[in-house]
């Protein structure tokens, strides 16, 4: 699996531990983060870390202080600007549709899609800001922040690492495993964003 012309190992390996923290920090609550490959991403280096590469404590303190810092900016922002978001042009990294879907989404679970939404891309991205935008109570988005931040960006990394440490040269299955291991994570999510996307339709008729 690429990104910018790179593996996933080879980018890792490039950008270091502060490279990561910004990948994950700029995919959790900045609008033009909604591309970068956090899921792979953290899996792959949990692989990394189970062959010495990283080290798990830093790996995982960082990737979670990266979701759940990202995730703030976003709220701080969606607070800020208010509605006023849905009135923004559309752009090469902004797409309205994905607003407005994740704002269903939203309206549907409230703080769970903070949850729910860490394994959805696209959705990641925007489920902060709007908490932000629907004024959210900070403790509650606190509470679900931490809670989906946990489940993610230290959840991934730990199943990357012990399946590192169980298979025998795990680098030959490395994009089936992480093809999986993001399918089988984002079922639940995707459940229910499948339910939000369908009533979205029946909207726009």
């Known amino acids: 699996m690429d990104f910018l012309g790179l593996s996933l190992t080879e980018l890792i390996r490039s950008v270091g531990y502060l490279g990561i923290f910004g990948i994950i920090f700029a995919e959790s609550g900045l609008l033009i983060g909604f591309f970068l490959p956090g899921d792979s ?7 990394l870390s189970s062959q010495g590469y990283l080290s798990l404590g830093v790996l995982i303190f960082l990737s979670l202080a990266g979701a ?5 900016v ?16 559309e752009s090469w990294f902004f797409r309205k549709d994905h607003l ?22 696209f959705i990641r991205t925007f489920a902060p800001i ?32 012990y399946l590192g440490r169980v298979i ?9 495993l992480v093809l999986a291991i993001i399918t089988l994570t984002a079922i639940p999510g995707a459940v229910h964003f499948l339910k939000v996307y369908q009533a979205y339709g029946r909207e726009r008729r």
Request: aromatic share 18%.
């Open 168 to 176: 025998p040269d795990v680098d030959k299955y490395l994009l089936p």
């Open 68 to 72: 759940v810092l990202g995730d703030n």
């Open 41 to 47: 991403l953290l899996f792959t280096a949990g692989v």
């Open 130 to 161: 709007l908490a932000g935008v629907g004024r959210m109570p900070y403790r509650v988005f606190l509470f679900y922040n931490f809670l989906g931040g946990m489940l993610w960006a230290v959840g991934l990394p730990l199943i990357g690492f």
């Open 74 to 89: 976003g709220y701080s922002f969606g607070k800020k600007v208010g509605p006023l978001i849905f009135t923004k042009e």
């Open 100 to 121: 407005e879907r994740a704002a269903l989404f939203y309206e549907k679970y409230g703080g769970l899609t903070l949850v729910l939404a860490r394994f959805l891309p």
